[in-house]
């Protein structure tokens, strides 16, 4: 597992061992970041269920002004944070989901690019995603992704639309965004 592009390109991050993880693989999360290009620099991103934080590096290695990761195990996050020396630009909040969007939603903060991984078949992405958009942590214009598995069933999500859709064999992105008008 390595950071693909940007100011920590070629460094290698800490994977995490077993079958209990499931990691986005590389040529998913070239594409992630191809969709979302234009608007990863100066970003406020979070990395929702970040497990390593492969994702939010990313973001940071290409521009993101500051990503925020929240996940109950952060070990091997803060590990990769320390390799790739983003420690100053990322928050890390060990907790679950719903009491970190909360702790975010008092705080007034808001975010530009948000990004989900939540295990499969947990059905983790629709209380996520419509707690973030109610609590209002995605900001105007600001897109969410979510990768779940490619058998799951689309998420739908109160006042964000889903614009675009990318299939693997066996995962799937949906990509939605606050304000979009067809």
Known sequence: MRVIAGSARGRKLTAPKGMGVRPT???MKEDLFNILAARVP???FLDVFSGSGAIGIEALSRGAQSAVFV???CALLDKNLALTGFTAQATVIKDDFTAAMSKMS???LEFDL???DPPYYKGLVPPAAQL???LGLLGP???LAAELASDEAQPLIDDLSLYKVKRYSSSVFFFYQRGFEE
């Open 106 to 108: 008092e705080k007034h």
């Open 25 to 27: 693989a590389g040529r």
């Open 42 to 44: 100066g970003a406020r």
């Open 114 to 116: 948000i990004f989900m």
């Open 71 to 73: 996940d109950k195990d």
């Open 141 to 143: 214009g600001g897109v």
């Open 132 to 134: 973030i958009s109610r």
